[in-house]
């Protein structure tokens, strides 16, 4: 937030969805400062039903009740923007820079099935056959899974990789009951394991900072488990954190929200 402060030319604080800084404190701090026009920016590059919808219905419900006269916008799922496959894929090319990994697996944070369903528009283009995805519809708008598969290609094709070298997979599922998006990170990493992968590259692109999905979940637990099961080494991408290359990028969205003309 530090360096974006310093590179954008209107007052950004930090709120979270669950946890401190809250989100209705980092408006009421923005209201000190007599702010009435408030962009917010969920830093999820994929759209899904429980982080960015969540936070944009509880901001909502906050502006509301404590602060109505804000005026908010929100920042679209940059999940296919050129300026962040660039950003991810460099901080992916920038990880792996001699390293002899001989796969590449991008993996996402878990949802529900039914989460994917409710989330189309169309009531109808969702079939969950792994087809859908790739099949174009006004339904990817809100789709989780055609939005981190797309993540997965762009990348992949800035950095030239081979068909095959490559695949997306889904963490963190919470459940046993329901079905869960698949295939499962964990199964995946034993899988390759298993099958004479020694050296396995994990990306996780549904976050843009390290968290305890990243470095515990994956850096400890499906590292531990992958070498356990006959690998030899799992490399763990980091997040693009505050890369200078993302706080430029973002910065940028930022101002050019800043400086549009006001709609009259």
Known sequence: MKKVQKKVSVPVVLAMRYGNPSIKSGLDMLNRKGVNEVLIVPLYPQFAMATTETILVLAEKIRAEFFPKMKFISLPSFYDHPDYIRVLANSIQDSLQGKNWEHLLFSYHGVPERHIRKSDISKSHCKMDGKCCF????????CYRHQCETTSLKV????????????TSFQSRVSILGSW???????TV??????????????????????????????????????????????????????????????????????APVET
């Not at 174009?136 to 809100?142: D, P, R, T, V």
């Not at 992949?156 to 695949?167: M, P």
């Not at 998006?181 to 199964?187: C, V």
């Open 190 to 259: 034993s899988s390759f394991a298993e099958n004479g992968t020694k050296e396995l590259a994990i990306a996780t692109p549904a976050f843009v900072s390290d968290c305890l999905e990243t470095l515990e979940e994956i850096g400890m637990e499906a590292a531990e488990d992958f070498e356990e099961k006959g690998g030899k080494k799992l490399h763990v991408i980091p997040c693009i954190n505050d890369r200078d290359d993302w706080v430029k990028v973002l910065s940028r969205w930022i101002d050019e929200w800043a400086l």
């Open 181 to 187: 998006l698949k295939p499962y990170t964990d199964k």
């Open 135 to 142: 099949t174009k519809s006004s339904a990817h708008q809100y």
């Open 156 to 167: 992949a094709e800035y950095l030239e990789l081979k068909e095959g070298t490559f695949s």
